[in-house]
């Protein structure tokens, strides 16, 4: 049966009506939904019996918890969901003041990133609306102090299933949803165009772009949509836009000993984002950890402070982000539904 998460509250106000309901129950169906987070048609009581019955017939909230669950010893955690005939995993990362939440927009992914563990299995099912808020939820009702930021940054590329995603930002910082602000959100990409564009047209997320590596050559050999949607086009099309403010722009970068940890790579990062507000994200590579890549050899720790002081020296904010969740398979780009396997 059709969703009820995840819908707009035009449609809400469209179902209500159609449910022999007055329109205005469209604005309480929102409430019980996005503010009071109703698992069950029981709870909306102040909707008629029949109404409830009626939507019950057609209509399903879709909210279901994990299915499996895994604990890192840094306090990461990682969640196993069922969508459809799938599964996908969604990562909790606490800190002292903030709790930030990592969730997949698709299972599989078809972008097939060499270094990527992801991209070993392949596109599996877009996820929708729906699938994407039920994360959310169901993480958020489990955790002390609720979520404070969200970044898509799971399995799956966000602007290949672009309509969803954006669907589910709306949802989340719209006055009749969750009432978010924007700032807390981050988005990925590897630079997915015109889907990019429009994104930055219609949303005021934050974004971070998957570069790894700023020659389009090298990045193409490890990055196959680098053939598709070059950087330097993608870095083109960002300069359009206003990253000065509010809106926060970052480039994610793993650092490989030699491969893209260099002066010439440093100096060719500096020729192609200059004069654009923005923070380099230096990444470690996953260190001995089994079935990942072994031909990208990770970068040190003296080498990957020598490039974050470089950048940041020749204007280009740059830190080093610490890795969580790699015993769990929790890390960027480890994401491979390990958990089913628990099951």
């Not at 606490?94 to 299995?121: H, K, Y």
């Not at 480039?251 to 984002?273: K, M, P, Q, V």
């Not at 923070?279 to 996953?286: E, T």
Request: with cysteine.
């Amino acid at each position: 049966m059709e969703s009820l998460l995840g819908k707009y509250i035009d449609e809400l106000q469209s179902i209500a009506v159609q449910a022999g309901l007055p329109k205005f129950a469209g604005k309480q169906l929102a409430e019980w939904l996005y503010r009071k987070r109703a698992i069950t048609f029981e709870e909306m009581t102040n909707i008629s019996v029949k109404g409830r019955q009626t939507l019950a017939n057609g209509f399903i909230i879709r909210r279901t918890k994990p299915v499996a669950e895994a604990r890192s010893a840094d306090g990461t955690r990682k969640f196993l969901f069922q969508a459809g005939q799938e599964h996908v995993e969604t990562v909790l990362i606490p800190e002292e003041d903030r709790n930030t939440l990592c969730i997949s927009t698709q299972a599989g992914c078809r972008m097939r990133c060499a270094f990527c563990m992801t991209g070993t299995l392949g596109f599996r099912k877009h996820l929708t609306a729906a699938e994407m808020l039920n994360q959310i939820l169901s993480v958020d009702a489990m955790i002390d102090g609720g979520l404070t930021n969200l970044v898509l940054m799971g399995e799956g590329e966000p602007m290949d299933n672009l309509d969803e995603v954006l669907r589910t930002l709306t949802v989340l910082t719209a006055p009749w949803g969750y009432g978010w602000s924007p700032k807390r959100i981050t988005v990925s990409s590897v630079g997915v165009m015109p889907q990019l564009a429009r994104f930055l047209n219609e949303s005021d997320c934050h974004v971070a772009i998957s570069l790894h590596n700023p020659f389009h050559t090298e990045r193409a050999e490890i990055m196959p949509a680098e053939k598709a949607y070059p950087i330097a086009e993608t870095v083109r099309e960002l300069k359009k836009y206003d990253f000065a403010h509010q809106r926060r722009l970052s480039f994610e970068y793993i650092c490989w000993s030699g491969l893209n940890d260099t002066l010439r790579h440093a100096n060719e990062l500096l020729r192609l984002l200059k004069g654009l507000p923005c923070r380099v994200n230096l990444i470690r590579f996953h260190e001995g950890v089994e079935n990942a890549p072994k031909q990208f050899p990770f970068s040190d720790e003296q080498q990957m402070l020598w490039l974050r002081d470089y950048l940041t020296e020749h204007g280009i904010t740059t830190t080093i982000r610490r890795s969580r969740g790699e015993d769990i398979l929790a890390a960027c780009g480890m994401l491979v539904n390990a958990l089913e396997t628990d099951q």
